[in-house]
Each structure stands twice: as structure tokens, then as C-alpha cells.
């Protein structure tokens, strides 16, 4: 039997996949036929899963500068009647925010999808954004998964609504959607090849100000028809439980929290509950008919209590005497769970709990101590780790010479350098957005005497640094801009950017060098360094922060993960250092305070290297002041 894929079109067979692969499989369901996006985490392997088969299935997948020009493909292939993708993480709609507010008046002629990856409790983001709020302002209908298996199930049938009612959809995943793992039932795969055509229509496409007032009406006609219709849609069921007296509305994957909760507290035949799909426009009949069943209401859903305002407008409107509870009993910051859930059901029932949960949270409170602490840290032979090294060091020389008391300051940014936050490296004063290390610094240096040196990574430099650096220019900031420049966006999975020299699909593409678009931009300091050349990185540092005017150092290295897969596929070997005991003064630890690096270690008192670990990048011996660190 042939091995199933998430490109077999194999109906009714079931496959265990990742979240963002069961929204990958939706697409390929309905026939997408361009689907682009800009890396992030939680929603990188959407696009990624794509990328790999693109050409078996002859759609289009790209890996776009930032997330507005990804957006902004999808906005001109659904112009052109194509179905058409957009996929990123909650903070990237902020940058595709500017078209997307205009998408909305525009609509869709092929199905248009957006894929906001939201990220509760924050766990790979600067903050927890509720993306609903977004799609209430542009007036983009919203799909809420409950599971992996409906994340697939929605994403296939957005495009026909999108087509159906000639508007943009938005599919809200989140993280536990886009990174857990289930069981999905495959559809079949749409062999809908359509040729796009663009056709000409100013009043719908070219937005003045008269164009914006043609076409808001027809958007609010759009979605009021959308509105009326989401009471029949599949995504929104009600279950009414004989002589309730609660009821729960729950959203999404708060939906399957709730389920388990109720069997925990076996109050399954005892609690009315609506299942929303669309939080945005809501079913209001099914809510209507809930409401006037029941005295209380419990709105469960993560992050903001969006739909929970909604819900109180609605009773309030109708004059329905139904108290709504909400974030007063749910939390409103993090990830919600079958446990929180539970106790917030409970709370309202008085259904005993199935688990004493103060006794669990005591024996956390005894084992935590008990654990080794494992901060993040940048990995064994990260070239970022040797060019802080060389950033601080500069820094602090050049500091110096400002006066007594005059710190360095670092603007940093999103990406693997922003682990450079804690010690040793301590190289992270700032962390607002991507490329936000460039434009903060830009301000920064204008109103504060001392050495302002912002850094941020390849990808991001082409993502969001060119314009805060040209800012950098044309109003002669004096700052030190470090591209640190290790040839892929690697936090979010090592995805090619325009510096790498290949596209999503694996061809071969012009490799734009950041030194280059600095000098094209008017940047006189330019100068491109190893890091792991310490000693001379160093000095050239140095040289631009002592310039007059924005500088501009590339810090070339290759990721460390991605050359030790390199050469073992090779078949080379890594040759680690040792830490020669004769020279070691285990009481210095310069290695370690400087470094901070994961395969150095004390052991019995002495400090040694951890051969697995280690890449021989030579780092360590470089800063040794008693070269007692020597490779085999």
C-alpha cells in the first residue's frame, strides 16, 4: 500500500498531522493555487508544508520579504480569480495590516484566505494580540477551529464561502491548534487549475477617496449577508440540556476544553452549550435561543473577552435577564486548559472538582526547586554568541571614552539573537518588533550621548531594517547597525530569505548581500566581518561605532545547526576542542562568563567540554587567557 502524504488524495483515509499541516491540507483540498507568508512562529509550517510539494500539485508558494508583501500576493492572485493564501502569526497581521484594511472593501473573486496564527501566553512572541479585534475593524468574517481535524475542514471550505460571498476570510488558528497533533479524515483534493486574468476596474481596485465610498457599502452588504448565513453553517451548534440552568458558549479550541471539563465534573446532560466556529459575526439565533433557556451564561474563550461583549450587547438589546460571566471567572492572559476550565464551571455549579488541584499546586511548589534551571541559550557554535562577544567588547571600550557612568546601549530584535537578552551576553536593551532595533535606535541616538549599536538578523534586515536604516541616513543618525548575517531565518525553522540565494520551492535565486543594500542606500561605514575571527570583528566594531554617522557591519556566519546537518551528510567529522586540566585555572571561568556556551560545563570542580556538543568553532580557545583550550 502506498504510503499516505499530506498530498495524497486519498479520501476518507485518515492521517496523523500537525495542526498547521492539517491547514496546510485544507488548502490543497479546495485547489489553492498561490499561497505565500513570511515565517513565524506559531504559524511557519503552513507555507513550509506547502513549499515541499508545490510542484507536484502546481500551485505557487512563495516566502515573501515581510508579511504585508505576502499578504498583498495573495490580494493580487485573488483579484485574478485564483484561489489565494496568506499565512502568519498574530504579530504579522500587524504589518500586513495597511492592505488588509482595504482588502475587506475590495472582496474576493478567487477565495481568499488569511491564516493568523494567534499565540496565547506568548510563547514564541513579544506579546498575547487577539487577532479577532482586527477582523472586527475590517470587517473580515472569522473561522475558529475547535481541533486539528476541523482546522483542515474549515481551511478547505473558507475559499468556497470566500468565493460564495465574494469576501476575504480569516481562519484564527492558535498555538495549541498549529502545534498539536491529531488524527485528520483526508477530502478530496480539487485538480482545479484556473488561469488568472486581471480585469480592469478602477472603481473597484483603485483606492481614492470616492472608490473608498463605492465600495464600504457594498463590504456591509457583504457581511451582513455573511452574518445572516452563520447561523446554518456546521461550525456553530447548540446543545440544550433539559431544565439547564447554565450555559456555555465556547469558541474554538475553548470548545474542547469545555467538552472535557463537563464529562470531568459529569455535568454533560446538565449544561446547555453553544459551539461557536464564527466568532465574528456570531450566530446570533442560536445565541438568542440559548439565552432565553437559561439564567446564567459562561463565555469561554482565549485572550480577550471579544465574544463575551458581544454576547452582553445581544442580551442587553433583546432584554433577556440573563447574567453573562466571562473573564470575571476566566483568565484573560495565557493559554486556557481542561483544568481552568473546569474550575471556572465548577465555580458556577458547585460540581465538585474530579482533582485537588491546591494538592497538585503544592507538590509543583516542592518539585520546582528540584529541577535544573535551562534558560534559553543560544546553541553550541552560534556564530551570534561570538559576534556579541565582539559587540560588547567594542562597546564598552569606545563607552569609556563618553565619561564615567556612559553604558553602551543595544536596541535588539525578534529572531535567535534575541536570546542574547540574558548573561553572559547581556546585549539586549530593546525588543518591540521585528526590525524595531534600527528604527528604535534611530530615536534613541538623537536624544541620548552615548554608543547606540542595534543589531537584528539576515531575514529581518530585508523584513523590516532597510527603511529604518535609510531613515538612519537621510536624517544622520550616529549609530551602529550589526546585520548579523548567519544565511537563514533560523528560530522560525531555517526558511530561505532573499540573502540565501534559493525560494521556498528549492530554486535557484539571486543572493542580495545586505553590505550591498547598505551602500546603495548611502551608508559610508560599511564592512563585513567574521565573528569568528574575534579579534578582528572586534576591531572593525570598534571602527563603527567610533564613525561619524550610521555604520553598517555584516556579521557573517554560518548557523551552527545547519552546518553540523551539512557535514553530516557529508560524512566530515567534527573535531571538538578539550580544555587542557595543566593550563586550566578552573577558578577563572572566562570561558564560561564570556561565553555562556552550552558545551562548556564544570564537572567535579573542573571545567570541561562537552564533545557531543561541541562544533569546534574555536571560540572559547579565542578568549581563554591562558590558552589552556586546544582542539584535537
Request: aromatic letters at 6%.
Amino acid at each position: 500500500m502506498k504510503e499516505l502524504t499530506i498530498s495524497s488524495d486519498a479520501k476518507g483515509q485518515k492521517l496523523f498531522v500537525l495542526g498547521n499541516e492539517a491547514i496546510a491540507r485544507g488548502a490543497i483540498e479546495a485547489g489553492v493555487q498561490v499561497a505565500a507568508a513570511y515565517p513565524g512562529t506559531p504559524s511557519s509550517e503552513i507555507v513550509g508544508t506547502l513549499a515541499g510539494i508545490a510542484r507536484e500539485l502546481d500551485m505557487y508558494v512563495e516566502w515573501s520579504t515581510n508579511e504585508k508583501v505576502a499578504f498583498e500576493v495573495a490580494l493580487g492572485a485573488s483579484i485574478c480569480g485564483v484561489r489565494a493564501m496568506s499565512a502568519m502569526k498574530h504579530v504579522g497581521v500587524n504589518v500586513a495590516h495597511d492592505p488588509l484594511m482595504t482588502a475587506s472593501h475590495i472582496g474576493a473573486r478567487g477565495g481568499f484566505l488569511l491564516v493568523s496564527a494567534d499565540d496565547p501566553w506568548a510563547w514564541s512572541s513579544q506579546n498575547e494580540q487577539d487577532s479577532r479585534y482586527i477582523a472586527l475593524q475590517g470587517y473580515i468574517p472569522v473561522l475558529e477551529p475547535s481541533s486539528v481535524q476541523e482546522a483542515k475542514d474549515m481551511t478547505a471550505d473558507a475559499f468556497r464561502l470566500s468565493e460564495e460571498f465574494g469576501q476575504l476570510f480569516m481562519l484564527r488558528s492558535v498555538t495549541r491548534i498549529s502545534h498539536g497533533r491529531g488524527d485528520i479524515v483526508l477530502g478530496s483534493i480539487s485538480r482545479e487549475r484556473r488561469k488568472g486574468s486581471f480585469e480592469k476596474n478602477p472603481d473597484r481596485l483603485a483606492y481614492v477617496p470616492r472608490v473608498a465610498r463605492i465600495n464600504k457599502p457594498l463590504m456591509l452588504e457583504r457581511f451582513e449577508r455573511i452574518r445572516q448565513a452563520v447561523d446554518s453553517l456546521p461550525y456553530n451548534h447548540l446543545h440544550m440540556a433539559e431544565g439547564a440552568r447554565l450555559g456555555i458558549i465556547a469558541c474554538g479550541l475553548s470548545y474542547s476544553y469545555t467538552l472535557e471539563a463537563l464529562k470531568w465534573l459529569g455535568l454533560q446532560e446538565k449544561v446547555s452549550i453553544l459551539k461557536v466556529g464564527t466568532p465574528h459575526p456570531l450566530p446570533e439565533q442560536l445565541i438568542l435561543k440559548l439565552l432565553r433557556s437559561v439564567k446564567e451564561i459562561l463565555v469561554i474563550e482565549e485572550l480577550d473577552p471579544f465574544v463575551e461583549l458581544h454576547i452582553k450587547a445581544l442580551a442587553g438589546e433583546n432584554d433577556i435577564a440573563v447574567k453573562v460571566h466571562g473573564k470575571n471567572v476566566v483568565p484573560r492572559i495565557g493559554e486556557l486548559s481542561t483544568r481552568k476550565v473546569t474550575a471556572a464551571i465548577a465555580g458556577l455549579t458547585e460540581a465538585r472538582l474530579p482533582v485537588d488541584f491546591a494538592a497538585l499546586d503544592k507538590l509543583e511548589q516542592e518539585v520546582a526547586p528540584l529541577l535544573p534551571l535551562r534558560p534559553p541559550a543560544l546553541c553550541a557554535g552560534c556564530s551570534h554568541r561570538a559576534s556579541f562577544r565582539a559587540i560588547t567588547a567594542a562597546a564598552q571600550r569606545v563607552a569609556r571614552d563618553y565619561g564615567e557612568g556612559v553604558e553602551p546601549i543595544y536596541p535588539g530584535d525578534i529572531g535567535c539573537y534575541t536570546l542574547a537578552l540574558t548573561p553572559p551576553q547581556n546585549a539586549v536593551d530593546t525588543c518591540v518588533c521585528m526590525g524595531g532595533s534600527f528604527g528604535l535606535a534611530n530615536g534613541i541616538a538623537h536624544v541620548v550621548d552615548a554608543p547606540v549599536i542595534a543589531h537584528l538578523g539576515d531575514s529581518t534586515f530585508f523584513h523590516s531594517g532597510i527603511p529604518p536604516l535609510i531613515n538612519a541616513v537621510y536624517n544622520k543618525a550616529n549609530i551602529t547597525m550589526v546585520v548579523l548575517d548567519n544565511s537563514a531565518t533560523a528560530m522560525t525553522g531555517f526558511q530561505p530569505h532573499p540573502g540565501t540565494g534559493q525560494t521556498a520551492t528549492g530554486e535557484e535565486a539571486v543572493t542580495l548581500k545586505a553590505e550591498d543594500v547598505a551602500r546603495a542606500c548611502g551608508v559610508e561605514f560599511v564592512e563585513v566581518v567574521d565573528p569568528l575571527d574575534l579579534k578582528s570583528a572586534t576591531q572593525t566594531i570598534e571602527k563603527a561605532i567610533r564613525f561619524s554617522g550610521p555604520a553598517v557591519v555584516v556579521s557573517r556566519g554560518p548557523c551552527a545547526t545547519i552546518q553540523l546537518r551539512e557535514k553530516r551528510r557529508a560524512g566530515e567529522k567534527v573535531v571538538p576542542f578539550r580544555i587542557d586540566e595543566d593550563k586550566c585555572d578552573s577558578r577563572c571561568d572566562a570561558c564560561i562568563k564570556l561565553l555562556g556556551c552550552p558545551a562548556i560545563i564544570k564537572q567535579g570542580g573542573q571545567t570541561v567540554i562537552d564533545a557531543p556538543l561541541c562544533t569546534g568553532c574555536s571560540l572559547c580557545a579565542q578568549v581563554c587567557p591562558h590558552k589552556a583550550i586546544i582542539q584535537e
